[in-house]
């Protein structure tokens, strides 16, 4: 009776199973580590001063204009706010963790939907175990709205391939909607990423004629310009011509184009060598996925493939190769690259990777190529543990100090699941294998996170954040000197705008030093320079800040 129970309601305990999973993965501890220099703390500053201002069309940094990106986030950071009655790190890391679950969820319907419920689970479980999908979940910046917000456009338009006849319009009509709300998340890419992987399955599949039908282009094509016009409108109308000035030509185009006055310049293969960590742990079944693959590939195959001879499953990992390819190739072009921008490349190739596993486990196939990505992985994640372990003898003591809470979590993390995930594949327990990788992922998401992130902070954070609560206590004004923008100094003093004086000015500094209640922060690197240009006392110091006072 349990067993026929089960069965019937198999599909709700599929998804229960999946919520728990999700909610350990995303949402676990995301409000116990502060947040992070610098565009968490740059981010949420700016959306908790949107809401205090009651201000939701300009954004604002530190006092002055900001139009790098559009506001889609920073509402959703305000709503959070709202919810929540509070401005806190669990508030702010929310709606990118609601904004994961989501994207992950996706993938599993519509690959239970397209091929099966295990095609879907095991989508969803890559993807909310690829690394970089999983730390971005658990970090309140753009890009994980944005990749949702594509991952909903172009799986909504991949649907129109496999729904009845009927309901196409529908999709479609998600697909405009979804790629608005993509351009409300950071712009070009929004548009640019669906709209490019959409043309380019209408030219394989033969089926470009079909987008231009009236009842799908028409009502699509409003609901996208209602979407993410208003807002560009009205900012046109209030800003001109310092937002087009800014926000088109210098965040946009001049970004895409030239990068060399940002700093951000990388070569073309930055995002590929950007993959190997993001896609890990599931990255050197990846590299035995597309090496099987090539060896396989003839010209014969590509000038006999026939889109419409596939079956369904071959055709949506088809779809998703062009999704993956298409997003690699764009922000690769672009000359701004960021390691956070490739992002949204991690749905399609956790559904890539679902093709090559679900094989591996039920079918039996892929086998051997799989056994040696998970020896070679997890000998290496065992290596990995035994130099964390003896590390401690060869780093200077104070660093051995700083590093000793995260030492045994991560010994026993990365020598006891890789340990298990090899013993399962000697054994032939391919799912055990599986399982091994989400455990060792939920595991160090859920437990390790928040470990991880504060010992970061001792490296210089934790004076910063020190150093603004101080000034807030105190009422004092504050102010740094002689480094870049450290926006935790701006979050944590609870102050709209602080000065980040960040060339050598010594009137300047004599001047600040001078007013009653005011500090300064530096660098101790900088502090003997320092004292050449203006009397003061060093009131703290930090490991690598120290606050300087009249």
Known sequence: MNSTFFKKHSGAFTFLGLLVAFYFIFF??????????????????????????????????????????????????????????????FSARFPMSVDATLCCFLLYFVGQKIVSRRFGVVSALILATSAEFLVMSKIAILDMVLATCIAFS?????????????????????????????????????????FGSMFFAGLISKRFKEYFRP???????LIFFLTALPWHIIMFKMHDPLFFNEYIMKHHL????????????QPWYYFILMMLWGLVPWVASFIAMIATSVK????????????????????????????????????????????????????????????????????????????????????????????????????????????????????????????????CAKNNKKLGVFASYVAFMLVLSAFGTHRYFNLDYSFGQNDLMKYAQYAQQNHLEIASYKFGRRFSLL????????????????????????????????????LDEIKKEADFDVIQKGIKYSLIKK
């Open 254 to 265: 001049a970004r895409f184009i030239n990068s060399k006055d940002l700093g951000r310049e």
């Open 296 to 423: 396989k590939f003839s010209l014969e195959f590509l000038k006999n493939f026939n889109f419409e001879k596939l079956d369904n499953k071959g055709k949506f990992i088809t779809l998703n190769i062009i999704y993956a390819l298409f997003t690699l190739w764009f922000f690769s072009s672009s000359s701004t690259k960021l390691m956070t921008y490739i992002l949204p490349i991690y749905a399609p190739c956790a559904v890539i990777l679902a093709w090559w596993w679900c094989d591996y486990i039920w079918a039996d196939n892929n086998k051997k190529a799989t056994n040696i990505s998970v020896y070679i992985l997890n000998s290496v994640l065992i290596i990995a543990a035994i130099g964390a372990a003896i590390a401690g003898l060869f780093l200077p003591k104070e660093i051995s100090l700083i590093i000793e809470p995260v030492k045994w979590f991560t010994v026993i993390l990365l020598s006891v699941l890789p340990l298990v995930g090899i013993i």
């Open 154 to 194: 172009l799986y909504s338009g991949f649907m129109t391939f496999f729904c009845k006849e009927q309901n196409k319009k529908f999709f479609w009509w998600g697909f405009y909607l979804f790629s608005g709300l993509a351009v409300l998340a950071k712009g070009i890419p929004g548009v640019a990423i669906p």
């Open 28 to 89: 676990h501890n995301i409000g116990s580590y502060p947040l992070l220099d610098i565009d968490e703390t740059r981010y949420v500053t700016m959306s908790r001063e949107m809401l205090h201002n009651k201000d939701f069309l300009t954004l604002y940094l530190n006092g002055d204009f900001f139009f790098e990106k559009p506001p889609l986030y920073f509402w959703l950071e305000s709503l959070s706010f709202v919810i929540f009655n509070q401005v806190s790190e």
């Open 491 to 526: 979050y944590y003093s609870g102050k709209g705008e602080i000065k980040f004086q960040q060339e050598p000015d010594s009137i300047w500094l004599k001047s600040f030093l001078s007013k009653p209640d005011s500090i300064v922060v530096v660098q101790n690197k900088h």
């Open 215 to 221: 009842q799908y282009i028409l009502p699509g094509s």
